[in-house]
Nanobody, 114 residues
């Protein structure tokens, strides 16, 4: 059974930092890409950052230079978020691909306060 477990969300002041973690289980050897998406209230889910098995990364323009995605094993991914702004408030979802499709975590809430 494929599962994604996120951690690290919470409340932070604008300008602060948070680090999100995600661990995948189940069919981990079929994983090529892992990453993070987010959904703010009233908005569609959007890509934040992804990283493939070769270490290639892709970031949303809105987070470039502030967020860093990393991956230290085949099934764990991290998102270091610095210089957070009010616009970063959202539920952040961990993502992974696989031989049978895409998978999502349940999400972790990040709230940035002024």
């Amino acid at each position: 059974q494929v599962q994604l477990v996120e951690s690290g969300g919470g409340l932070v002041q604008a300008g602060g930092s948070l680090r999100l973690s995600c661990a995948a289980s189940g069919s981990i050897f079929s994983i090529k890409t892992m990453g993070w998406y987010r959904q703010a209230p009233g908005k569609q889910r959007e890509l934040v950052a992804v990283i493939n098995s070769g270490g290639r990364t892709n970031y949303a323009d809105s987070v470039k230079g502030r967020f860093t995605i990393s991956r230290d094993t085949i099934n764990t991914v991290y998102l270091q978020m610095n210089s957070l702004t009010l616009e970063d408030t959202a539920v952040y979802y961990c993502y992974r691909d696989g031989s049978r499709g895409d998978y999502w975590g349940k999400g972790t809430l990040v709230t940035v306060s002024s």
